[in-house]
């Protein structure tokens, strides 16, 4: 059992500051979701955790090590992945450089890259089907499909997606709702950013919600899902 502990975080960017005592846990392996409304400080909060920015308070723990003295690269080592918003393929690489651009800092051979791969093709197919293709080519699901292999390529035990389905058609989302269930029950702990409140309570089991940087609830899907005051204001029931 993996835990991904935050306590009392407080972040921002210079003198801004977006999060203010943000506190919660993450289990591995399960599936937390996070909602909150435009600007609650969602991506924020990856980026602290993942080392994009530096918290100036309060800290981040995985299994006890505290997150905070490691450099931006050892965030990756130390088994912590981030999707970000957006996917951010390398536009003019194929789907299979693109997947082992999540590999860079692992010192295996050849042959378990190889395996690896193979495991994310058997998990999505289609990018096994589009793996010398240039990546950006592809349309928005296969290209999340692809962010999240290369994510799943760093061998994490917790990974962190942003704005998982922004955008994408319905059938797309239904893919990659599978595929996370699928790689949490392998064990992977995953952090997931979700705007579409439904699809949150679908995927997790847990949920954090974040309202002008600080967490109002956690609780689980369930739990949440029933709240009113969170039904009425994600849902727009009265
Ligand atoms: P959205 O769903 O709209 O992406 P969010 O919940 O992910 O919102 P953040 O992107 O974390 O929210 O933004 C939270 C606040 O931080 C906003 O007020 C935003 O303007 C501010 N912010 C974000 N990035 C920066 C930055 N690089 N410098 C200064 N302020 C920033």
Do not use: W
């Not at 130390?78 to 789907?95: D, K, Q, S």
């Not at 439904?198 to 949920?207: E, P, T």
């Amino acid at each position: 059992m993996t835990t991904l502990t935050v306590d009392t975080m407080t972040a921002g960017y210079g003198d801004v500051t977006v999060l203010t005592g943000v506190s919660f846990s993450v289990g591995a392996p399960g599936i937390t979701a996070v909602i909150g409304s435009n600007g609650a400080g969602k991506t924020t909060l990856l980026r602290a955790i993942s080392g994009l920015i530096r918290p100036a308070s309060g800290s981040v723990t995985l299994n006890g090590q505290n997150l905070a003295g490691l450099a931006p690269d050892g965030f990756v080592a130390a088994g912590i992945a981030h999707v970000p918003e957006g996917r951010r393929l390398f536009a003019g690489m194929t789907v299979e450089d693109n997947l082992m651009m999540g590999a860079f800092s692992r010192r295996v051979p050849a042959a378990e890259l190889q395996r690896d791969l193979d495991a994310i093709y058997a998990i999505f197919p289609r990018l096994g089907e589009r793996r010398k293709q240039d990546a950006v080519s592809m349309s928005g699901g296969e290209q999340q499909m692809c962010a999240i292999g290369r994510g799943l390529m760093a061998k994490p035990k917790v990974m962190l997606i942003d704005e998982l389905s922004l955008g994408l058609a319905p059938v797309a989302v239904d893919v990659l709702v599978a595929a996370l269930r699928t790689v949490a029950a392998d064990g992977l702990g995953l952090l997931v950013v979700e705007q579409d409140v439904a699809v949150a309570f679908d995927l997790a089991s847990s949920i954090v919600v974040l309202d002008r940087g600080r967490v109002t609830r956690t609780g689980s899907s369930a739990e949440i899902a029933a709240d009113p005051a969170v039904r009425a204001a994600y849902l727009g029931e009265a």
